[in-house]
T-cell receptor, first 115, second 111 residues
Framework: DAGVIQSPRHEVTEMGQEVTLRCKPISGHNSLFWYRQTMMRGLELLIYFNNNVPIDDSGMPEDRFSAKMPNASFSTLKIQPSEPRDSAVYFC?????????????FGSGTQLSVL | GEDVEQSLFLSVREGDSSVINCTYTDSSSTYLYWYKQEPGAGLQLLTYIFSNMDMKQDQRLTVLLNKKDKHLSLRIADTQTGDSAIYFCAEEEVNTDKLIFGTGTRLQVFP
Protein backbone atom coordinates (compact mmCIF):
# COMPACT_ATOMS: atom_id res chain seq x y z
CA ASP A 1 0.00 0.00 0.00
CA ALA A 2 1.27 3.48 -0.84
CA GLY A 3 0.20 4.94 2.48
CA VAL A 4 -1.83 8.08 3.00
CA ILE A 5 -1.47 10.29 -0.06
CA GLN A 6 -1.87 14.04 0.13
CA SER A 7 -1.81 16.62 -2.61
CA PRO A 8 -0.44 19.06 -3.33
CA ARG A 9 2.81 18.85 -1.31
CA HIS A 10 3.19 22.60 -1.46
CA GLU A 11 0.66 25.33 -2.12
CA VAL A 12 1.37 29.04 -2.36
CA THR A 13 -1.60 31.30 -2.81
CA GLU A 14 -2.70 34.87 -2.27
CA MET A 15 -4.96 36.04 0.49
CA GLY A 16 -8.60 35.70 -0.45
CA GLN A 17 -8.13 32.77 -2.79
CA GLU A 18 -9.79 29.41 -2.33
CA VAL A 19 -7.51 26.53 -1.35
CA THR A 20 -8.39 22.85 -1.63
CA LEU A 21 -6.26 20.17 -0.01
CA ARG A 22 -6.76 16.53 -0.94
CA CYS A 23 -6.26 13.24 0.82
CA LYS A 24 -6.47 9.59 -0.12
CA PRO A 25 -6.49 7.38 2.99
CA ILE A 26 -5.12 3.88 3.19
CA SER A 27 -7.56 1.42 1.68
CA GLY A 28 -9.70 -0.26 4.33
CA HIS A 29 -9.15 2.38 6.99
CA ASN A 30 -12.40 3.53 8.59
CA SER A 31 -11.32 6.80 10.14
CA LEU A 32 -9.77 9.90 8.60
CA PHE A 33 -8.31 12.90 10.40
CA TRP A 34 -7.22 16.37 9.32
CA TYR A 35 -4.52 18.03 11.45
CA ARG A 36 -2.82 21.40 11.20
CA GLN A 37 0.73 21.97 12.40
CA THR A 38 2.21 25.37 13.24
CA MET A 39 5.16 26.48 15.32
CA MET A 40 2.92 28.41 17.67
CA ARG A 41 0.21 25.84 18.35
CA GLY A 42 1.82 22.53 17.47
CA LEU A 43 -0.42 19.81 16.06
CA GLU A 44 -4.14 20.59 16.17
CA LEU A 45 -6.94 18.23 15.20
CA LEU A 46 -9.32 20.04 12.87
CA ILE A 47 -11.90 17.37 12.06
CA TYR A 48 -12.26 13.65 11.83
CA PHE A 49 -14.52 11.25 9.95
CA ASN A 50 -15.61 7.74 10.70
CA ASN A 51 -17.03 5.70 7.81
CA ASN A 52 -17.18 8.93 5.75
CA VAL A 53 -19.32 10.74 8.34
CA PRO A 54 -17.93 13.80 10.17
CA ILE A 55 -17.78 12.93 13.87
CA ASP A 56 -16.08 15.91 15.46
CA ASP A 57 -15.39 19.22 13.74
CA SER A 58 -14.87 21.23 16.92
CA GLY A 59 -11.30 21.95 15.90
CA MET A 60 -12.22 23.70 12.65
CA PRO A 61 -11.13 27.28 13.28
CA GLU A 62 -14.01 29.07 11.59
CA ASP A 63 -16.57 28.95 8.82
CA ARG A 64 -13.91 29.58 6.19
CA PHE A 65 -12.83 25.97 6.71
CA SER A 66 -14.86 23.04 5.43
CA ALA A 67 -14.11 19.35 4.94
CA LYS A 68 -15.83 16.62 3.00
CA MET A 69 -15.45 12.91 2.56
CA PRO A 70 -17.65 11.87 -0.37
CA ASN A 71 -16.40 8.29 -0.31
CA ALA A 72 -14.07 6.01 1.60
CA SER A 73 -11.08 6.80 -0.59
CA PHE A 74 -11.10 10.58 -0.79
CA SER A 75 -11.37 13.65 1.41
CA THR A 76 -10.91 17.37 0.88
CA LEU A 77 -10.20 20.28 3.20
CA LYS A 78 -11.19 23.61 1.75
CA ILE A 79 -10.34 27.12 2.93
CA GLN A 80 -12.35 29.94 1.40
CA PRO A 81 -11.26 32.70 1.56
CA SER A 82 -7.73 31.97 2.70
CA GLU A 83 -5.82 34.29 5.04
CA PRO A 84 -2.09 34.57 5.88
CA ARG A 85 -2.72 33.09 9.34
CA ASP A 86 -3.85 29.86 7.68
CA SER A 87 -0.25 29.24 6.62
CA ALA A 88 0.73 25.89 8.13
CA VAL A 89 1.39 22.27 7.30
CA TYR A 90 -1.85 20.34 6.95
CA PHE A 91 -1.72 16.61 7.60
CA CYS A 92 -4.22 13.95 6.77
CA UNK A 93 -4.12 10.69 8.72
CA UNK A 94 -6.14 7.50 8.56
CA UNK A 95 -6.72 4.71 10.99
CA UNK A 96 -8.08 1.19 10.78
CA UNK A 97 -9.74 1.95 14.10
CA UNK A 98 -10.00 -1.72 14.99
CA UNK A 99 -6.24 -1.98 15.50
CA UNK A 100 -5.77 0.44 18.34
CA UNK A 101 -2.10 0.03 18.88
CA UNK A 102 -1.38 1.20 15.35
CA UNK A 103 -3.69 4.14 15.64
CA UNK A 104 -2.78 6.75 13.01
CA UNK A 105 -0.95 6.66 9.72
CA PHE A 106 0.03 10.12 8.50
CA GLY A 107 0.48 11.50 5.02
CA SER A 108 3.47 13.67 4.18
CA GLY A 109 1.47 16.84 4.57
CA THR A 110 0.65 19.91 2.48
CA GLN A 111 2.74 22.98 3.19
CA LEU A 112 0.39 25.93 2.70
CA SER A 113 1.66 29.48 2.37
CA VAL A 114 -0.89 32.28 2.08
CA LEU A 115 0.70 35.57 1.06
CA GLY B 1 -9.81 19.27 28.55
CA GLU B 2 -6.85 17.06 27.90
CA ASP B 3 -3.42 18.62 27.72
CA VAL B 4 -0.12 17.01 26.86
CA GLU B 5 3.10 18.86 27.64
CA GLN B 6 6.66 18.32 26.51
CA SER B 7 9.87 20.29 26.60
CA LEU B 8 10.63 21.86 23.24
CA PHE B 9 14.28 20.99 22.68
CA LEU B 10 16.85 18.37 23.58
CA SER B 11 20.42 18.21 22.39
CA VAL B 12 22.62 15.14 22.92
CA ARG B 13 25.94 13.80 21.73
CA GLU B 14 26.00 10.82 19.42
CA GLY B 15 26.28 7.59 21.40
CA ASP B 16 24.71 9.04 24.56
CA SER B 17 21.21 8.23 25.77
CA SER B 18 18.34 10.63 25.14
CA VAL B 19 15.40 10.96 27.49
CA ILE B 20 12.31 12.80 26.29
CA ASN B 21 9.67 13.56 28.88
CA CYS B 22 5.94 14.12 28.66
CA THR B 23 3.12 14.86 31.08
CA TYR B 24 -0.51 14.23 30.31
CA THR B 25 -3.80 14.94 32.04
CA ASP B 26 -6.30 12.20 31.24
CA SER B 27 -5.71 9.43 33.77
CA SER B 28 -8.22 7.20 31.99
CA SER B 29 -6.25 7.05 28.73
CA THR B 30 -5.85 3.44 27.74
CA TYR B 31 -2.90 3.87 25.43
CA LEU B 32 -0.09 6.41 25.28
CA TYR B 33 1.99 6.85 22.18
CA TRP B 34 5.28 8.17 20.90
CA TYR B 35 5.46 9.43 17.34
CA LYS B 36 8.51 10.59 15.39
CA GLN B 37 8.49 13.29 12.71
CA GLU B 38 11.45 13.62 10.40
CA PRO B 39 11.97 16.82 8.39
CA GLY B 40 9.40 17.27 5.64
CA ALA B 41 7.47 14.17 6.60
CA GLY B 42 4.38 13.17 8.50
CA LEU B 43 4.37 11.59 11.93
CA GLN B 44 5.26 7.94 12.25
CA LEU B 45 4.31 5.75 15.18
CA LEU B 46 7.41 4.73 17.12
CA THR B 47 5.95 2.84 20.01
CA TYR B 48 3.05 2.78 22.43
CA ILE B 49 2.38 1.59 25.94
CA PHE B 50 -0.76 0.21 27.49
CA SER B 51 -1.79 2.03 30.64
CA ASN B 52 -1.46 -1.00 32.91
CA MET B 53 2.24 -1.29 32.09
CA ASP B 54 5.12 0.53 33.78
CA MET B 55 7.73 -0.11 31.15
CA LYS B 56 8.08 -1.27 27.61
CA GLN B 57 11.33 -1.96 25.79
CA ASP B 58 11.74 -2.20 22.04
CA GLN B 59 15.36 -2.45 20.87
CA ARG B 60 16.95 0.93 21.61
CA LEU B 61 13.70 2.43 22.87
CA THR B 62 12.45 2.25 26.45
CA VAL B 63 9.13 3.74 27.47
CA LEU B 64 8.48 4.41 31.15
CA LEU B 65 5.02 5.22 32.48
CA ASN B 66 4.27 6.69 35.89
CA LYS B 67 0.48 6.73 36.11
CA LYS B 68 0.43 8.34 39.53
CA ASP B 69 2.31 11.38 38.26
CA LYS B 70 0.88 11.11 34.72
CA HIS B 71 4.39 11.13 33.38
CA LEU B 72 5.64 9.34 30.29
CA SER B 73 9.21 9.17 29.05
CA LEU B 74 11.00 7.84 26.01
CA ARG B 75 14.60 6.78 26.35
CA ILE B 76 16.70 6.24 23.23
CA ALA B 77 19.88 4.31 23.91
CA ASP B 78 23.03 4.90 21.84
CA THR B 79 21.48 7.90 20.10
CA GLN B 80 22.45 8.26 16.44
CA THR B 81 22.37 11.26 14.10
CA GLY B 82 19.49 9.55 12.30
CA ASP B 83 17.45 9.91 15.48
CA SER B 84 17.38 13.68 15.03
CA ALA B 85 13.71 14.52 14.63
CA ILE B 86 10.70 15.87 16.50
CA TYR B 87 9.19 13.42 18.97
CA PHE B 88 5.53 13.69 19.92
CA CYS B 89 3.85 12.21 22.92
CA ALA B 90 0.11 11.51 22.51
CA GLU B 91 -2.68 10.37 24.74
CA GLU B 92 -5.89 8.79 23.64
CA GLU B 93 -9.10 10.64 24.40
CA VAL B 94 -11.36 8.15 26.08
CA ASN B 95 -14.32 6.82 24.06
CA THR B 96 -13.25 8.58 20.87
CA ASP B 97 -10.76 7.95 18.10
CA LYS B 98 -8.94 11.17 18.89
CA LEU B 99 -5.33 11.47 19.89
CA ILE B 100 -4.20 14.54 21.78
CA PHE B 101 -0.63 15.40 20.85
CA GLY B 102 1.97 17.28 22.80
CA THR B 103 3.90 20.17 21.31
CA GLY B 104 6.74 17.90 20.28
CA THR B 105 10.36 17.77 21.43
CA ARG B 106 12.99 18.55 18.83
CA LEU B 107 15.92 16.19 19.36
CA GLN B 108 19.24 17.27 17.91
CA VAL B 109 22.09 14.77 17.89
CA PHE B 110 25.57 16.13 17.32
CA PRO B 111 28.75 14.18 16.56
Amino acid sequence: DAGVIQSPRHEVTEMGQEVTLRCKPISGHNSLFWYRQTMMRGLELLIYFNNNVPIDDSGMPEDRFSAKMPNASFSTLKIQPSEPRDSAVYFCASSPRTVRNEKLFFGSGTQLSVL
Amino acid sequence: GEDVEQSLFLSVREGDSSVINCTYTDSSSTYLYWYKQEPGAGLQLLTYIFSNMDMKQDQRLTVLLNKKDKHLSLRIADTQTGDSAIYFCAEEEVNTDKLIFGTGTRLQVFP
